[in-house]
């Protein structure tokens, strides 16, 4: 199977008032000229870290962000052409994803991302509610959304839809709203994210009640089911075989690699005796990753990043991540393929922790996969907490 890539961009138009990602103001960081440069030194720099996967074509390709249509179309076309230099072809298989805000995009734009093998569009939207983007501080309106659609729908364009629910004043009317026009515009893929702030934050404030916040769940689910969607993860939704690859490969232990400001990699493979795999990471402040990357003599050896910069994984933080990851998807955590990982002795770990849950409705066994139930997903955090094997002694 094939790699996965992620590239981060990390411009924005502006700083929404709850986001917490590694994004920026544009006229505040380097232009995307330097960054782009930089981005191109790591691929030059670590290229062989996944040197196996260069026979195949990736998998996917991810250009996230931040609003990676917010820089020239060129950069992302000069990007795909540099991993290929260096191996990493694409083929007619490879999903290739890019995130794009409204206002932000336009024809020709669409055009170059086109010309470079992109085929599929994951559209920042949130909310087709002027007033609650004014009150996230988002640049664009409703009807910068619905022109960015009509583009992506005249060329007949697979794309996703982000949605923001739960948020200050938001009535279960306007999320109904959202919906109606998200799945009658075409929509065949739709994330929906709860609005999630620490106390204390200014949003935090004049949320819907708690009974009104589970019922936009439940209308959500309702909604998107009528037509057609069917929830794969635990917050995403899409018409059968819409699902996203890249998401996907993140939830069946497959390795990807991550490029650019704050982005993080995964090794399946182990690189130490004993080792579960090997997780790296790139730091999330601009001025430090950049310095990093620029650095002279750099070694592009796994070995000498820095100890806070790479993990490489034991038994239990390698099964609990396993048990989580798959407990997020509509396929549920496979006896077969735990066992083939970890050996038969695991399934009586797993039968154990899983039995009282099975008891209250929370997860459901189908023979060989434990899964969610409606239930269990409202409460998921409790359940992946039953399945943390951090610090215990397992088999
Ligand atoms: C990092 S953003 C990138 C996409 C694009 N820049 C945008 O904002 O439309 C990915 C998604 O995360 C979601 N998100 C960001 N911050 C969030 C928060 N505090 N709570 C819930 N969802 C959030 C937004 O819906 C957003 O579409
Ligand atoms: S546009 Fe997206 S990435 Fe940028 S600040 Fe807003 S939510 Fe964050």
């Not at 590694?22 to 996944?50: C, D, M, W």
């Not at 060129?74 to 260096?86: D, G, P, Q, R």
């Not at 799945?183 to 709860?194: E, Q, T």
């Not at 592009?300 to 990043?305: I, P």
């Amino acid at each position: 199977m094939g790699l996965g890539i992620y590239i981060h961009i990390p411009y924005c138009l502006q700083r929404c008032t709850y986001c917490d990602f590694a994004t920026y103001v544009h006229s505040e960081i380097k232009p995307p000229e330097f960054y782009v440069e930089i981005v191109k030194k790591e691929i030059a720099l670590r290229h062989q870290f996944f040197e196996n996967f260069k026979t195949v074509p990736l998998s996917t390709i991810y250009f996230g962000g931040g609003t990676p249509s917010l820089i020239p179309a060129e950069h992302i076309v000069n990007l795909i052409a540099e991993l290929s230099k260096f191996g990493y072809q694409t083929g007619p298989q490879t999903e290739i994803t890019i995130e794009i805000n409204p206002a932000t995009i336009d024809e020709r734009k669409l055009e170059i991302y086109l010309e470079a093998g992109v085929n599929r569009f994951s559209v920042g939207a949130q909310t087709f509610s002027d007033r609650l983007l004014k009150m996230v501080h988002r640049e664009h309106n409703a009807e910068q959304t619905r022109q960015t659609l009509a583009l992506l729908r005249k060329y007949n364009l697979n794309f996703s839809f982000d949605l923001l629910f739960a948020l200050p004043t938001q009535t279960l009317a306007e999320l109904q709203n959202d919906l109606s026009i998200a799945v009658d515009l075409g929509s065949r893929h739709l994330s929906p994210y709860c609005l999630t702030v620490p106390e204390g934050h200014p949003l935090s404030k004049n949320r819907p009640p708690e009974n009104d916040q589970i019922e936009m769940f439940e209308i959500i689910h309702r909604r998107l089911q009528e037509n057609g969607f069917y929830r794969y993860e635990i917050s995403n939704y899409s018409l059968p075989g819409f699902e996203s690859k890249h998401n996907l490969l993140y939830w069946t232990d497959r390795s990807y690699w991550g490029l650019g400001l704050s982005a993080h990699s995964y090794m399946k493979e182990s690189q130490l005796p004993n080792s579960w795999g090997t997780r790296f990471w790139n730091q999330n402040n601009f001025d430090l990753y950049t310095d990093q990357i620029q650095k002279p003599h750099q070694s592009s050896d796994l070995f000498d990043f820095s100890v806070s910069q790479i993990e490489f994984l034991k038994k239990h933080q390698s099964l609990t991540d396993f048990c989580h990851t798959s407990l997020r998807l509509d396929t549920g955590l496979s006896i077969t393929d735990l066992t083939h990982k970890f050996g038969n002795q695991i399934e009586r770990v797993i039968l154990n922790l899983a039995q009282p849950l099975l008891d209250r409705d929370i997860l459901r066994f189908n023979g060989n996969a434990y899964k969610l139930t409606e239930k269990g997903v409202l409460i998921s955090n409790q359940v992946f907490e039953q399945f943390t094997f951090l610090g215990k002694d397992i088999l």
